[in-house]
């Protein structure tokens, strides 16, 4: 998938989930489904998330290609990276969660706003990011940990934060 295409991607799923939030009722901001997050949990997810993808994107290439490596293998494309997600996913059913998403708080109703424009921002950063300052064989060949992935080249790192938030945004859909 070219850049310019995963960009379209993020910003199509994006705007997905902030109408959702838009329109959903504010007193769901709250509550879920007995056992299982608030939409606010996440919203926070998703934010925590591509904060720590945009934190990485932002250090020199020399640094991640000494911390992490180089990839060994051709970048998987958009659907074989969805499906190899859902796998792994299946695999853990409710079983784990990562890293700042454990024992994660409720954000209250008055971080609503806060939350969804900082995910609105750090969604433009990584869009920026991806288009101008990566070029393609930095996004092919550089590689980035993902605590369910194991190590993935960049480019499918960011191709997966757009399917991330697509799974977030049917759950709220499908059960808030």
């Known amino acids: 998938m070219q850049k310019e295409d995963i960009v379209d991607l993020l910003e199509k799923k994006h705007q997905e989930l902030f109408n959702f939030l838009r329109d959903q009722d504010e007193d769901k901001w709250e509550t879920g489904p007995e056992g299982k997050w608030t939409t606010g949990q996440h919203t ?44 792994r996913l299946k695999d853990i059913e409710g079983k784990a969660v990562f890293g700042p998403s454990k024992n994660m708080k409720v954000p209250n109703i008055k971080e609503k706003e806060y939350i969804i424009d900082r995910l609105q921002t750090e969604c433009k950063k990584l869009q920026y990011k991806t288009v101008n300052r990566w070029n393609d064989s930095q996004l092919d060949n550089l590689i980035l940990p993902h605590p369910l992935m194991g190590k993935m080249p960049v480019r499918e790192l960011v191709m997966w934060t757009a399917y991330h938030t697509e799974h977030h945004c049917n759950t709220l859909t499908d059960s808030y």
């Open 44 to 87: 926070l997810h998703l934010l925590q998330s591509i904060k720590l993808i945009n934190s990485a994107m932002s250090l020199p290439k020399f640094v991640l290609k000494l911390r992490y490596g180089k990839s060994n293998r051709n970048v998987r494309d958009y659907q074989h990276v969805v499906q190899r997600y859902k796998e």
